[in-house]
């Protein structure tokens, strides 16, 4: 007989009776801050779909990083919009591309920050596509030559870890052979591992000017219904050397992040996406939500659910909540 012996409200009572039994907790260093690097001196684009959210030359983006450094977050992750496009995507794996040259200046204005880079081409290629297109097809072994190469570029412009997002099979392991190759085995690779193809990655897109000119990306990224095939993708990322595994988007996919959890040890991150963090702040900005509880409320959930840290367009919010 349960009530009225046991009362779940007492302990709920009070702050410092709920602080004593939260079981999920968040702290500034799970959060990794996503930022899109341009050419130029001085330009802070404002990003409309992302409030709040910027196309940064290497300058501004140093001064972010600066503010993402003294908010205790745990690192960025960076993202390239290059001056020019091509079939080949040469912006991403050129020495002097734009991604290498501002973690060329991070890395010497605040070496103590974690600088990831996002591996992937569709920024750099003029059809927008994350490969090599041939008839209309994206290619997948060709497409691993360019990927390796951008890990390497990245690494030698000091990145402190490579994010490949590109959902081609066998990248991992090329990316890892080609960092051993090249004097970087101790470089770790975060896969985004479980990577769907999801209607909220909308507004990066118009950040990155990203948009495939053409078709989708469902013949590389997942199918929103799978599930069981994420944790053969997570598995599969792993035996090729994945250090850490990702899913993303968060919210719409807090299942397969406890699934990931349950069954895999390596440290779990998940990916708040653009549109996730846009639809909340179209709500806030609406006054049909409070700001503060939304932005804390949904990272816990993905925290909960399992993630170990988030990437996500709040970092310097919640981090600011939390101080
Ligand atoms: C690159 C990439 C994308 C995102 C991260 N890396 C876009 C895409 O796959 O189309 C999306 C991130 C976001 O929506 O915030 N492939």
């Known amino acids: ?135 209309g097809e994206v290619q997948n072994d060709p497409t691993l030559e360019w990927l390796a190469k951008a890990a390497v570029s990245h690494a030698r412009a000091g990145a402190d870890m490579v994010a490949p997002s590109d959902m081609m099979d066998g990248r991992v392991g090329a990316i890892r052979k080609a960092l051993d190759q090249s004097g970087f085995p101790n470089t770790p690779i975060l896969s985004y591992a479980a990577k769907y193809a999801s209607v909220f990655y909308g507004p990066f897109r118009e950040a990155a000017e990203s948009t495939p000119q053409f078709g989708d990306r469902r013949s590389y990224q997942m199918d929103p219904s799978n599930a069981r095939e994420a944790m053969r993708e997570i598995e599969l990322d792993l035996e090729e050397g994945a250090d850490m595994i990702m899913v993303k988007p968060a919210m719409p996919y807090l299942d397969i992040i406890r699934q990931a959890r349950d069954r895999f040890d390596a440290p779990l991150g998940a990916y708040q996406v653009s549109g996730e ?47």
């Open 1 to 135: 007989m349960p009530f009225p012996v046991h009362r779940m409200r007492r302990a709920r009572a009070t702050e410092p009776l709920r602080r004593l039994v939260r079981e999920t907790h968040l702290a500034p260093d799970d959060f990794i801050l996503p930022l899109f690097a341009c050419s130029g001196v001085g330009v802070r684009r404002a990003i409309s779909s992302m409030p709040g959210n910027y196309q940064l030359s290497v300058d501004e983006l140093v001064k972010e990083c600066a503010e993402a450094l003294r908010l205790g977050i745990g690192g960025v992750i960076l993202f390239g919009i290059p001056e020019t496009k091509d079939e080949q995507a040469s912006g991403a794996y050129a020495d002097d591309g734009i991604v290498q040259q501002a973690v060329r200046a991070v890395k010497r204005e605040l070496p103590k920050l974690l600088v990831i880079t996002d591996v992937c081409n569709c920024e750099y290629t003029s059809h927008g596509h994350c490969g090599l297109v041939v008839d």
């Open 277 to 323: 963090f846009s639809m909340l702040m179209a709500a806030i900005q609406n006054g049909w939500l409070d700001r503060d509880r939304a932005i804390l409320e949904s990272l816990t959930s993905i925290r909960r659910a399992g993630a170990d840290f988030m990437l996500t367009y709040f970092a310097k919010d919640a981090a600011k909540l939390l101080a």
